[in-house]
């Protein structure tokens, strides 16, 4: 007979993915928002979406190595715990400052995900675990989209604040419910790799300032290269430590296999590109008519806008595992980022009417959807099974790099087209998005290259499993995940 605890577990776990999906969605639609309730400048208000990325990077591959083992339950506690106290950060009148320190706690909760599908995995058995996990991906994609949609509502009606609350009480009533049902793991304690965490996190988030901040201090500037150096030492120390130590945060071993280094790297392009590209469609629609090239749309209409790249995302990764019997994963990785390409290219000439942005972000999820689901079946083929958890992980970890990455690029190419003096209107000119647009045409261009040259020969007896086998970790694009 089974308990309560057993029945509610799997809709505990949903709501937990939800809630996560939710939560990391709200500085996206915000960010020209933020930046006029708080008086601050347009690329600085970007790190409320940049820093949350930055910090999930981060948190991914630690709190997967946390949750590993008895500690699992615990773990998913204090994360929880820790995306309530930023929620409540970010909704008080406290400052940008503390809005920025809120966001990065919300960060956390995109290490959640992977962990409730182990939760999943070792506590419900059989087919019924299969159809949770199953359960847990869809929710994941559904809820970015809907996150998007639901904050813009919630901002539009009870200004920022009311979308931050909305989120602490999400992220409240999923920790009460998490800490009645949650079972404990039954799997050993692993070694954890603190040291690596720290060297990764001190170097991407240095060349995410110096990113950001460079057309401020010049690009020249005493400063900016030396922040730029220390970042670059401190990640050639990080690699060196994983290769080093017997317990690494990820297993850089792997990227001896070609397919494993295209997907990879692939990841990186891909990523930066399709955050590149959101944040300019978040920023075009509600910057003002006024600017002659605008929509002055407000922020409820920027969430809707977004919708079609997940909607496009979720139709396609239905299609890919049938596509992936008759044609090589090696033919449609490239294709998936040559789609990405395509919406770029699209916004270069077309953005002056909504319908035009929301076939932009229908193009941009379809091309995310095939790149991101090919890409881990990829690696599992590429992988011995014992090293596909730590294959897919990294290849996640390189997905969020390239996102945050890709936020703060699109606001430091825009800063660097807003006019200053007596012609400055807080906004960039419409040069800047073209600046911009090609950027992120360049970005995909190389991954279109990397992907279609890399790759060589991958095993083809692995299988690709069904779509039930997958889950979800970033805006409209489904992943799978080692077992």
């Not at 990391?24 to 820093?51: C, F, N």
Request: with cysteine; hydrophobic share 55%.
């Amino acid at each position: 007979m089974t308990t309560f605890r057993q029945r509610a577990l799997v809709p505990v776990l949903v709501l937990v993915a939800l809630m996560v999906s939710l939560v990391s969605s709200l500085g996206a639609p915000l960010v020209p928002t933020l930046a006029r309730e708080h008086g601050v400048a347009l690329h600085d208000a970007q790190w409320s979406l940049t820093l949350a990325l930055l910090v999930g990077a981060v948190a991914t591959p630690l709190l997967g190595r946390l949750g590993d083992g008895p500690r699992r339950r615990a773990v998913v506690l204090a994360t929880l715990t820790a995306v309530l106290v930023g929620s409540l950060l970010a909704a008080l009148p406290l400052g940008f400052a503390a809005l920025l320190v809120g966001r990065g706690l919300q960060g956390l909760g995109l290490g959640l995900v992977p962990l409730t599908l182990a939760v999943a995995r070792e506590a419900v058995p059989g087919e019924a675990g299969r159809r949770a996990v199953a359960l847990l991906s869809v929710t994941s994609v559904a809820g970015i989209g809907l996150g998007y949609l639901v904050t813009g509502l919630l901002a539009q009606v009870a200004g920022t604040p009311g979308a931050f609350w909305f989120g602490a009480g999400l992220s409240g009533l999923a920790l009460a419910l998490a800490a009645l049902v949650l079972p404990p793991s039954r799997q050993p304690a692993r070694p954890v790799d603190l040291l690596g965490a720290v060297l990764l996190g001190a170097g991407v988030g240095g060349l995410l300032v110096a990113l950001a901040d460079a057309e401020t201090w010049g690009w020249a500037s005493a400063r900016l290269l030396g922040l730029s150096a220390a970042s670059v030492v401190l990640l050639a120390a990080w690699v060196r430590h994983q290769l080093r130590t017997a317990s690494p945060l990820v297993d850089l071993r792997q990227l001896r296999a070609r397919a494993v280094l295209a997907a990879d790297a692939t990841a990186l392009l891909a990523g930066v590109g399709t955050y590149l590209l959101m944040s300019l469609v978040i920023r075009l629609v509600q910057t003002p008519v006024s600017t002659g090239y605008g929509l002055g749309a407000s922020v409820a209409l920027a969430g809707v806008v977004l919708l079609p790249m997940s909607l496009g995302s979720v139709a396609v990764s239905r299609v890919v595992p049938v596509l992936a019997r008759r044609v090589p994963l090696t033919a449609l990785l490239p294709v998936g980022c040559a789609v990405m390409a395509a919406a770029l290219a699209l916004l270069l000439v077309a953005r002056s009417e909504l319908w035009q942005l929301l076939v932009v972000m229908g193009l941009t999820g379809v091309g995310l959807g095939v790149a991101v689901s090919v890409m881990p079946v990829v690696v599992l083929r590429a992988v011995p099974p014992s090293e596909t958890g730590s294959a897919t992980a990294f290849n996640q970890v390189l997905r969020t790099v390239g996102y945050a990455t890709g936020s703060a690029l699109s606001g430091t190419v825009l800063q660097a087209h807003t006019p200053t003096g007596a012609a400055a209107t807080g906004f960039p000119t419409a040069a800047g998005y073209d600046a911009a647009v090609l950027v992120g045409l360049v970005v995909c261009a190389a991954a279109v290259v990397v992907s279609a040259v890399l790759p060589g020969r991958v095993r083809e007896d692995a299988g690709v499993p069904e779509p039930r086998d997958a889950d979800t970790d970033a805006p409209g694009a489904r992943v799978l995940v080692g077992r």
